[in-house]
Structure formats: C-alpha cells, structure tokens
C-alpha cells in the first residue's frame, strides 16, 4: 500500500490514466483490507467526505445516468482515505514521499522549457495553465519544508522558483490559494525560524503578488477593470463584472434559474443530492463554475454542501490543533499546507480536482501521526 501511494503521488503529475488507474486499485486493496481485518481508519474527516461524496453519486444516478462513471471518481477516490492507518508510514517514509515530490517538481521543469520552446505553451506534462499554478504551489511548500528540514539553500532555491511559476499563468485562484496556504504556514512557523527568514518569506510573497497585479493591470482586461472599478474610472455593470469574474456573474444568474426551476417543478430530491454531475450542460458548458456555494448547491445539493463546509471547517480547526513537536514533524508540514491551496482556490474554482484524493490522504497522514503522539 506504501507502493501505491509512493506512485500515486509521483503519476499524479505525469499521467492522469496511470494515476487513476492506481487509485482504483488501491480502492480495491482498501476494500480488502477492511474486510479482512473488519476495521477502517475512522479520522476527522470521515463525516465530511461521505457528505460530499455519496450525495454526487445518488444524484448522478438519478438525473444524469450516463455520467454516473465519473460521479464514483469523483466520489469515491477519497475513500482512499480511509486507508491511512493501513499505510503504518513512518518519518522516513514522509521523507521519501517529499523527495519524489520535489523529483517530479525537477521533471516537471523539464518539461516546462520542453513545452515552451516546442510548443509555445505553458505547460507541465500534464494539463495546462492551470495545473503549472497547482503544481508550482505544491513543489513550493515541499521545498521550503525540505529547506528548513535539512538547512540546504538548494531547496530555498527551489522554493523561489516554484514560488514564481504559480504567478506565471496568471491563474487568480492559485494566487489566491498560495496565500493563504503560505499565511498559515508562516503562522505555523513563527515560533520556530527566526525572524529573518520568517520575514523574508513574506516580503517575498508580497512582492511577488504586487510584481504579478503590475505585469497583469498592463496586459489583463480582468485587472485593468477591476483596478478601474477601485478607482472609480468605471462605473460597475453587469457587463464590467462579468469581465472581471470571467463570465461568472452570467453563469451565476444560470444557475439561480436552474435553481429556480427544480423549485418550481417540485424537484425537492434535487434540493437534498443536488443535480449531479454534467446536469448543468443544457444550460452551460462544464465544469460550472460561479460563485462556489451555488455551483457545489447545484451538483451536490445541500448534503453535498454542508460536507464540503464540514471539511474547511475541519481542516482549520486541524491545523490550529496541530503544533511541530520534534524536527521530525516539519515533514508533515507539505501535507498539512497542500490542502489549504485547494481551499483558496474554491473562490474561483469548483471544490473537486484530480489531485483531491491525494488531499485527503495527506491530512489523514497528519491526523495519524498526530494522534500518534498524543
């Protein structure tokens, strides 16, 4: 089961086939392994996951039966969490676990300047514009914990530059959930570096975030009248917001008439599960994407919303509970902070991704060896 973590992670940047493939099979051990020895890892999370998880699936069932395929991927990938006390990870295996995030953060790089100077495109090798923020936000908080885990500027230097291509694409949530992942790591810190770095990380931030709203307001219309609207040059519009939200207020406006209209045809079921997954394609091409209450209320319904509230609401009270107790515990500090970008970035951006499966497991790991020694 180790093996199939190990790979998971690493593929997870490479091969979404390969990936998921593991995933299932790792469902498949978790499976067994609950059956043959009649117990599951029952964690914090539990309650949330089943929340988010079961109701997608019923209502994918239900209204929009030919996508019911990807409603059990969505659904049931996190129930790999429920593996963590079958893993019996040790220090070291965190260790290895971080080495092959940071190789496949070097690979990664690899294949960016492959893709750019071939291509013209900015990309990893796998996904887009998108997947370089997400990705460059995870190599990040693994170089700067590696840093100050083994004192070697190598990764400080690795940190910088990951730190930098998750500005480069321009990609307004995963600046968003940089910062809040890297506030709470600084928070986490700020008893144990000293106050040179602790300070030095944050102006750095904030300068790359101010260096990145410059570059944008002169070649982003997002920025140009979202920095007009503040200055009063512009009055606001429907039009003006739609331009600043990328077409979200429109969508937003969808969605409430698809709320509406469920309401309106008794379609009460529709209200508890949600709509399903797809179920928004009539009426707007997916993923749905407005404001993040509605577009999870539509899919998951209000089950599926409270769950996802449940986790942050868990997640943070974890994270304030958590505390680094031996230099050992600054490995664990990657799959705490890693969650926390996801988060951020739900703003602008629907709750689940690919990469939410290796989430949960990451902070059943804390959960597991917090509870350990305690």
């Not at 997954?277 to 091409?285: G, N, T």
């Amino acid at each position: 089961m180790k093996i199939l973590l190990f790979s998971s992670v690493f593929f997870s940047f490479f091969s979404i086939t390969i990936y998921e493939g593991i995933i299932i099979i790792w469902l498949i051990l978790v499976l067994v392994y609950a059956i043959k020895q009649r117990k599951i890892f029952r964690g914090y999370f539990t309650l949330p996951i089943l929340m988010f998880s079961i109701p997608q699936i019923i209502s994918t069932s239900l209204y929009n039966f030919k996508f019911v395929y990807k409603s059990l991927e969505q659904g049931l990938f996190s129930f790999i969490y429920f593996s963590t006390s079958f893993l019996k990870l040790t220090y070291r295996d965190l260790e290895k676990l971080n080495y092959i995030i940071l190789a496949s953060g070097c690979i990664s790089y690899g294949f960016f300047i492959y893709n750019l100077i071939e291509k013209k495109e900015i990309a990893f090798a796998r996904g887009g514009i998108i997947e370089v923020s997400l990705f460059s936000s995870i190599f990040a908080f693994v170089s700067l914990s590696m840093y100050l885990y083994k004192k070697q500027k190598i990764y400080l230097f690795l940190f910088l530059l990951s730190s930098f291509f998750v500005f480069l694409p321009a990609r307004r949530s995963y600046m968003i959930g940089y910062f809040l992942a890297i506030g709470l790591l600084l928070y986490l810190l700020r008893h144990i570096i000293n106050k040179k770095l602790f300070y030095g990380i944050l102006f750095f931030s904030a300068g790359l975030m101010f260096a990145s709203i410059v570059y944008f307001l002169h070649k982003d219309n997002r920025f140009k009248y979202m920095s007009e609207v503040l200055t009063g040059k512009t009055k606001i519009s429907e039009n003006v917001v739609n331009i600043i939200t990328s077409g979200r207020l429109d969508k937003f406006n969808r969605g409430v008439d698809r709320v509406r209209k469920s309401w309106r045809e008794g379609n009460y079921i529709a209200f508890i599960f949600g709509h399903g997954i797809e179920k928004a394609k009539p009426y707007l091409s997916p993923p749905y994407e407005s404001i993040f209450i509605l577009q999870e209320f539509i899919e998951r319904g209000i089950i599926g919303l409270l769950g996802i509230l449940l986790f942050f609401y868990r997640y943070f009270r974890l994270f304030f509970r958590f505390s680094i107790r031996k230099r050992e515990d600054i490995l664990l500090i990657p799959f705490l902070i890693i969650p926390a970008v996801n988060i951020g970035a739900t703003i602008f951006n629907v709750f689940w991704n690919a990469m939410l499966p290796l989430y949960v497991i990451f902070l059943g790991i804390v959960e597991y060896f917090y509870n350990r020694k305690s």
